[in-house]
């Protein structure tokens, strides 16, 4: 069976070196689905941007298609949302809104910034939100930042099949990157705290 994994990620690789202006847009346009969808199982795709692509090309690919495809899912639930539940949408939604007016930016980027959160709950819970749809997006790319970077790091860590066999899912949170998340939303949280 890893033969056959190992297989298939090299042909891969191998046609991506082939056609890479190609392979590139359609792999942003396959991760824009998924997270238009709020998928599940993203981090597989997301280190593979980083694999396949390298770094930086990988991170590009990774923050804007998960931003982009979050504000679609937003745009469509917020909608969804206000059609079924038109009574209790507005009425929930002014009271979170009245709550978090101060500090709204901060509250959008704590959310995204919060591991383990899955990202269709995380995109349900902004879409009860009256915030615009370019704070959302703001808001998005840089909460999103640090977890992009880390996933397209490993992805492009894990460059040789050799380091791919090797890999295991501590790295991801090494006690480095959770000290350093720790200390932004700790950062963010008393910048709430001290704006009210």
Request: with cysteine; hydrophobic share 50%; glycine share 6%.
């Amino acid at each position: 069976m890893t033969e056959f994994v190992v297989s298939i990620i090299t042909y891969i690789y191998d046609y991506i070196n082939l056609y890479y202006f190609y392979s590139f847009c359609l792999y942003s346009i396959i991760l824009l689905c998924f997270f238009t969808f709020s998928l599940p199982g993203g981090i597989i795709l997301l280190i593979g941007s980083g694999f396949f692509f390298g770094f930086i090309q990988g991170f590009l690919i990774n923050i804007f298609s998960i931003s982009l495809g979050s504000l679609i899912f937003i745009i469509f639930s917020k909608t969804l949302l206000n059609k079924i539940f038109k009574k209790y949408y507005n009425k929930f939604s002014n009271k979170l809104f009245n709550y978090i007016k101060n500090s709204s930016y901060e509250y959008l980027i704590l959310i995204r910034l919060l591991i383990g959160l899955p990202l269709v709950f995380q995109n349900i819970s902004i879409s009860i939100l009256k915030v615009s749809k370019i704070k959302i997006f703001v808001t998005s790319l840089i909460g999103f930042t640090p977890l992009m970077l880390l996933f397209s790091y490993l992805g492009s860590y894990a460059s040789s099949i050799i380091e791919l066999k090797s890999f295991t899912f501590s790295q991801i949170f090494s006690p480095g990157i959770i000290f350093m998340l720790g200390i932004l939303i700790i950062l963010i949280s008393l910048r709430i705290y001290f704006k009210k």
